[in-house]
């Protein structure tokens, strides 16, 4: 699952332009567990009342992840010492926070499944991404 080219820029619509601070970030967001999170909605129906809107799950991962990256830094400025894979692991966690999202889940995940929650899908998504990425 290796990509060749890991500096990608995100335009994202809340922070202006977003860099990956880890190549391994790239390689998450690109698996499909992660990739259908952009046709997850994060505001439920918001949008058809106010048409601009419109943010996913994909853009609030994405944004999560740049503000932890500037919570790393400041820590760090703070003379706070983090690892690099301590700052790898939080940076992960932070990305694939929402990962078991479906459409209005916390709307609606009590009435279509029973007994099985987004936080419950979250943890079968990461367990699957721990062995594909060997973790």
């Known amino acids: 699952m290796e990509s060749t080219n890991k500096k990608k820029i995100f335009n994202d619509p ?3 332009f977003i ?3 880890y190549d391994i970030i790239l390689d998450v967001i690109n ?3 992660f990739q259908r999170l952009r046709r997850v909605k994060q ?3 918001t949008d058809v009342v106010y048409p601009g809107a419109l943010h996913t799950r994909f853009h609030h991962a994405v944004g999560c992840t740049h503000l932890m990256g500037q919570a790393i830094d400041t820590l760090r400025a703070n003379g706070n010492e983090i690892t690099e894979d301590e700052a790898i692991g939080v940076t992960l966690a932070i990305l694939l926070h ?3 999202h ?3 889940s916390h709307a609606l995940e009590h009435s279509i499944v029973q007994g099985l929650t987004h ?3 979250s943890a079968l998504f990461m367990a699957e991404l721990n062995k594909q990425f060997e973790w």
């Open 19 to 21: 860099s990956l601070p």
């Open 98 to 100: 929402d990962i078991g």
């Open 14 to 16: 809340v922070y202006g």
């Open 43 to 45: 505001l439920g129906l």
């Open 31 to 33: 698996h499909p567990h």
């Open 102 to 104: 479906g459409p209005f």
């Open 119 to 121: 936080e419950d899908v």
